[in-house]
């Protein structure tokens, strides 16, 4: 069974950039959709970002449109978001997810990180 880890949050200010990533272990990821959520404090699993298999196609949450880009690294098995221009608001755990298919909800997810926390000061 697959792993998957995400790594490179931390604390940052507010206008800042992080890049996040999530790196799996037991297989490839190259047949899988993934996908980034996050979950602020008080508040329920967002959907962020997701991406196809092959790279293509991607699409975003509102919220972060113009500001965070998923990609990924077959070869490395790896998916990233990178963050720029942070905001307080993006303050959450960041979860990464293996899917099917690109989907934006939670549940068509299949398989889960088990995340990490992003904070953002004003």
């Known amino acids: 069974q697959v792993q998957l880890v995400e790594s490179g949050g931390g604390l940052v200010q507010a206008g800042g950039s992080l890049r996040l990533s999530c790196a799996a272990s037991g297989r490839t990821l190259s047949v899988d959709a993934m996908g980034w959520f996050r979950q602020a404090p008080g508040k329920e699993r967002e959907f962020v970002a997701t991406i196809g298999w092959s790279g293509r196609p991607t699409y975003y949450a509102d919220s972060v449109k113009g500001r965070f880009t998923i990609s990924r690294d077959n070869a490395k098995n790896t998916v990233y978001l990178q963050m720029n221009s942070l905001k307080p608001e993006d303050t959450a755990v960041y979860y990464c997810?293996?899917?099917?298919?690109?989907?934006?909800?939670?549940?068509?997810?299949?398989?889960w990180g088990q995340g990490t926390q992003v904070t953002v000061s004003s």
């Open positions: 997810a293996r899917g099917p298919a690109v989907a934006t909800t939670l549940t068509a997810y299949p398989g």
